[in-house]
T-cell receptor, first 113, second 110 residues
Framework: ETGVTQTPRHLVMGMTNKKSLKCEQHLGHNAMYWYKQSAKKPLELMFV???????ENNSVPSRFSPECPNSSHLFLHLHTLQPEDSALYLCASSQVSQHYEQYFGPGTRLTVT | GIQVEQSPPDLILQEGANSTLRCNFSDSVNNLQWFHQNPWGQLINLFYIPSGTKQNGRLSATTVATERYSLLYISSSQTTDSGVYFCAVAQIQGAQKLVFGQGTRLTINP
């Protein structure tokens, strides 16, 4: 499945670093999403963008800063993270329509040391 | 918010066996998706099925929206079917907010 790609696939960063996660969708969709999957918790939605505009922020700490320059690209800028932010970060995309069937990328496994 | 419960949490079977995974949800939904997460973390779309029945090869799914549950059937299991199966739902209000269950971890032994 290459419809949604994410880079890097693995990232190790210190608490004082700044890094960015990148997502690109090749499905012609116009909505993009960030999800977080921690070891002990279910997948949880972080952000939603429709037509490049943020429509949902699920009470995410400001150390996570999303950016959506166009409908095909989504970034998650990371700074001053905590060890508990270590998780699998998944990007998804969908059409803005009645049903919003979502398709996921392979994820970035982030470790904060 | 809506609650999603999946059962069983773990399932261990021999190759060739059939299995049924269940997803219960606490309110009306506009979207229900089944995913398979492989060992590398990739979520693979299996079904988009807010109601009705669908089949794709050895897999099929049924959602009874009025009774708020969905079932995923896997027949003639193969070792490559191993992984975690997730059910995710969204309501009409907040149709883009997929809420995931805890998943069912399926292990198929040769």
């Amino acid at each position: 499945e290459t419809g949604v790609t994410q880079t890097p696939r693995h990232l190790v960063m210190g608490m004082t670093n700044k890094k960015s996660l990148k997502c690109e969708q090749h499905l012609g969709h116009n909505a993009m999403y960030w999800y977080k999957q921690s070891a002990k918790k279910p997948l949880e939605l972080m952000f939603v963008y429709n037509f490049k505009e943020q429509t949902e922020n699920n009470s995410v700490p400001s150390r996570f800063s999303p950016e959506c320059p166009n409908s095909s690209h989504l970034f998650l800028h990371l700074h001053t993270l905590q060890p508990e932010d270590s998780a699998l970060y998944l990007c998804a995309s969908s059409q803005v329509s009645q049903h919003y069937e979502q398709y996921f990328g392979p994820g970035t496994r982030l470790t904060v040391t | 918010g809506i609650q999603v419960e999946q059962s069983p949490p773990d399932l261990i079977l021999q190759e060739g066996a059939n299995s049924t995974l269940r997803c219960n949800f606490s309110d009306s939904v506009n979207n229900l998706q089944w995913f398979h997460q492989n060992p590398w973390g990739q979520l693979i779309n299996l079904f988009y099925i807010p109601s009705g029945t669908k089949q794709n090869g050895r897999l099929s799914a049924t959602t009874v929206a009025t009774e708020r549950y969905s079932l995923l059937y896997i027949s003639s299991s193969q070792t490559t079917d191993s992984g975690v199966y997730f059910c995710a739902v969204a309501q009409i209000q907040g149709a883009q907010k997929l809420v995931f269950g805890q998943g069912t971890r399926l292990t198929i032994n040769p």
